[in-house]
């Protein structure tokens, strides 16, 4: 099933230099980015964006985390992107994830752990919205590049 997911490199991700390298395992996989922005989020964003957590210990320093510098967001298409995307990036603490996945590979601690992504077919529609509240527009620009036929979809 083609479908869309919320995918945003933290800003530890950015202040890295990992950027390019996440990019390209989505792109090498065969999936579609449908929409990119470099933004740095304010605490009320940071706060609705991780509102399922809030209750949690980690809440505070979670939402000082994603406000510490810029993230980038990024809407991602493809044939089961949500949970083939989510085995991309690996287990939420890099401590348990596999080698070869992006946290297994360029992550250490749980706090610091590069990369978000939706974990539902809800999660994902809510968070598109939030993130790209213009909606399809953004998407204009990929419909050219989608009709050359370079990768089978
Ligand atoms: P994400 O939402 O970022 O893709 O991560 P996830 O679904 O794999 O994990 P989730 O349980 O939703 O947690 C969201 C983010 O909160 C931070 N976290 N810190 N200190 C802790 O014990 C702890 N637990 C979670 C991580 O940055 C995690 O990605």
Request: proline content about 6%; charged content about 15%; cysteine-free.
């Given at each position: 099933m083609v479908e869309q997911t919320f995918i945003m490199i933290k800003p530890d991700g950015v202040q890295r230099g990992l950027i390019a390298e996440i990019i390209s395992r989505f792109e090498k996989k065969g999936f579609t980015l449908r929409a990119m922005r470099l933004m740095t989020v304010d605490k009320s964003f940071a706060e609705?964006?991780?509102?399922?957590?809030?209750?949690?210990?980690?809440?505070?320093?979670?939402?000082?985390?994603?406000?510490?510098?810029?993230?980038?967001?990024?809407?991602?298409?493809?044939?089961?992107?949500?949970?083939?995307?989510?085995?991309?990036?690996?287990?939420?603490?890099?401590?348990?994830?596999?080698?070869?996945?992006?946290?297994?590979?360029?992550?250490?601690?749980?706090?610091?752990?590069?990369?978000?992504?939706?974990?539902s077919a809800e999660s994902a529609k809510a968070e598109i919205n939030l993130w790209f509240p213009e909606g399809d527009k953004m998407s204009d620009s990929m419909r050219d590049v989608r009709s050359i036929p370079y990768i089978a979809r």
């Open positions: 609705t964006h991780y509102q399922d957590l809030s209750s949690k210990p980690f809440f505070a320093g979670l939402v000082s985390y994603i406000m510490s510098g810029p993230v980038v967001a990024m809407v991602w298409e493809g044939k089961n992107v949500i949970a083939t995307g989510r085995l991309l990036i690996g287990a939420t603490n890099p401590a348990q994830s596999a080698p070869g996945t992006i946290r297994g590979d360029l992550a250490i601690d749980i706090g610091r752990n590069v990369i978000h992504g939706s974990d």
